[in-house]
């Protein structure tokens, strides 16, 4: 049996220091990407791709044609990045406020996907019908979203968590995003876990300048222990 080589950890570090915007992406996208049906050639909609190393990773290991949206990064910015490593036929990027009109044809992606973006605008029970029509039926929209081991909220959050938390980490359990999927009848949960890579993708993240400030401490703290990532996949029925 031969052993599946993750990308990730071949890809020039120094690269992903410089872009990576919170718990390695390109990591958190692989592995959720190996549990998928993705083939060469699909349409896929990267939603929240940030400096897109994950819509990187998509065009250049499985050679899907990505749409990398994102909301505070230009996508000017993410055109000449894309363009440098020579994937600008493969990668189309945009500027896309996910709370605002989806700029997109119906029917039109394969899968919608998300790292680490989801919880800024789908915590509530209007994104995902707002998603669901610009997804073939029999199509997949997965993300993945850091969040808490348990149902930790305000009042009741672990003592090493209280001094760092503000409600804006949106950090969620499993069951509380489990719940809130349940309630759309128009996607059928194929997947729902705590992801491998949870801890080697934060560790990724604490060797970059910009985790130094706030992620270095709160981790230095422990608070790590009570962090996941949470992967969480659907069908369009
Ligand atoms: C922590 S960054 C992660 C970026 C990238 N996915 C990654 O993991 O490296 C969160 C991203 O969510 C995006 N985001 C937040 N709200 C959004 C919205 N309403 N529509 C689209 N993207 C949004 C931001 O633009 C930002 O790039």
């Known amino acids: 049996m031969t052993m599946k080589t993750p990308f990730t950890d ?3 570090k120094a690269y992903l220091l410089e872009t990576m915007m919170g718990p390695n992406a390109m990591r958190i996208m692989e592995e959720m990407v190996d ?3 993705i083939k060469p050639g699909m349409r896929v909609l990267d939603l929240g791709c ?3 190393i994950s819509s990187i990773l998509l065009a250049q290991k499985y050679d899907v044609t990505v749409f990398a949206a994102d909301l505070w990064i230009p996508a000017t910015e993410n055109a000449q990045r894309f363009a440098r490593l020579g994937l600008d ?3 189309i990027p945009l500027q896309v406020d996910a709370t605002k009109a989806i700029p997109f044809a119906h029917d039109y992606f394969d899968m919608i996907v998300s790292v680490d973006a989801y919880q800024y605008f789908g915590g509530n029970e209007t994104m995902l019908a707002k998603l669901l029509p610009f997804v073939k039926t029999g199509g997949l929209i997965a993300v993945a979203v850091p ?5 930790y909220t305000e009042g009741h959050l672990p003592e090493v968590v209280k001094p760092f938390w503000t409600p804006d980490w949106y950090f969620y359990s499993c069951s509380w995003w489990e719940a809130l999927w ?3 009848p128009g996607i059928e949960i194929t997947q729902l876990r705590e992801m491998d890579t949870c801890q080697q993708a934060w560790d990724d993240f604490m060797e970059c300048e910009m985790a130094q400030e706030m992620m270095v401490p709160i981790m230095e703290a422990g608070a790590g222990e009570y962090f996941n990532i949470i992967q969480l996949v659907g069908r369009k029925v």
């Open 10 to 12: 071949g890809y020039d």
């Open 35 to 37: 549990m998928l049906p």
């Open 50 to 52: 940030g400096t897109g």
């Open 89 to 91: 036929e493969k990668i």
């Open 147 to 151: 969040g808490f081991t348990g149902d």
């Open 182 to 184: 349940k309630k759309e």
